[in-house]
């Protein structure tokens, strides 16, 4: 199970929104509405955003938003703040019972 | 407080084994499927494998790098889950988390351990 490919890096001002994307197959991300979205600040565990696609867990901001379309999920992150400079993954549910995270993508805010 | 804490880690020898306890608190932890997933020293996250709760099976399932060397188990009436590393390699030197499913019939990590880190190096 190869990872799903997420860009390396991607940056904004405060206030600006980004997007990221998660580009699976027909086997994960596109056959089910399982994919989750992680934060992960330096040196700190992984944190749920997202889940099956779309919902926030609670306590988590309303800036955080996801959606999915064919083989791609995405994460757009709203009103850009300080606090959101992190790495984020997505995660899939597999056709082979089995789970895939994505390379991981940096966030930066200028 | 829902808390998961990860125990077991250290440096062991290539072709060696280790196992990891990830023990639970805060939840009723028989009734979750839990997981474990690793990071390697400045890499991403890596899905290593999970266990389902009893009441839907128990079953297990693993990545294709850890099948058939790693095992998954649980016992619910101490709330400890457990990776039975053997034949260990220099590549699966990683921090190791301990997560716990959001529900049995999804597919979202919403508690996650600190970590426990595995040396494997001779």
């Known amino acids: 199970q190869s990872a799903l490919t997420q860009p390396a890096s991607v940056s904004g001002s405060p206030g600006q929104s980004i997007t990221i994307s998660c580009t699976g197959t027909?086997?994960?991300?596109?056959?089910?509405?399982?994919v989750s979205w992680y934060q992960q600040h330096p040196g700190k565990a992984p944190k749920l955003m997202i889940y099956?696609?779309?919902n926030r867990p609670s306590g988590i901001s309303n800036r955080f938003s996801g959606s999915k379309s064919g083989n791609t999920a995405s994460l757009t992150i709203s009103g850009l703040q300080a606090e959101d400079e992190a790495d984020y993954y997505c995660?899939?549910?597999?056709?082979?019972?089995?789970?895939?995270f994505g390379t991981g993508t940096k966030v930066t805010v200028l | 407080e829902v808390q998961l804490v990860e125990s077991g880690g250290g440096l062991v020898q290539p072709g060696r084994s280790l196992r990891l306890s990830c023990t639970a608190s805060g939840f009723i932890f028989g009734d979750y499927a839990m997981s474990w997933v690793r990071q390697a020293p400045g890499k991403g996250l890596e899905w290593v494998g999970f266990?389902?709760?009893?009441?839907?099976?128990?079953?297990?399932g693993y990545a294709a790098s850890v099948k058939g060397r790693f095992t998954i188990s649980r016992d619910d009436s101490k709330s400890i889950a457990y990776l039975q590393m053997n034949s260990l390699k220099t590549e699966d030197t990683a921090v190791y988390y301990c997560?716990?499913?959001?529900?049995?019939?999804?597919?979202?990590?919403?508690?996650w351990g600190q970590g426990t880190m595995v040396t494997v190096s001779s």
């Open positions: 997560t716990k499913y959001n529900r049995n019939d999804g597919w979202a990590f919403d508690i």
């Open positions: 099956d696609v779309s």
């Open positions: 266990i389902r709760s009893k009441g839907y099976g128990g079953t297990t």
């Open positions: 027909s086997s994960d991300v596109g056959a089910y509405d399982f």
């Open positions: 995660s899939s549910y597999t056709s082979s019972d089995t789970g895939v």
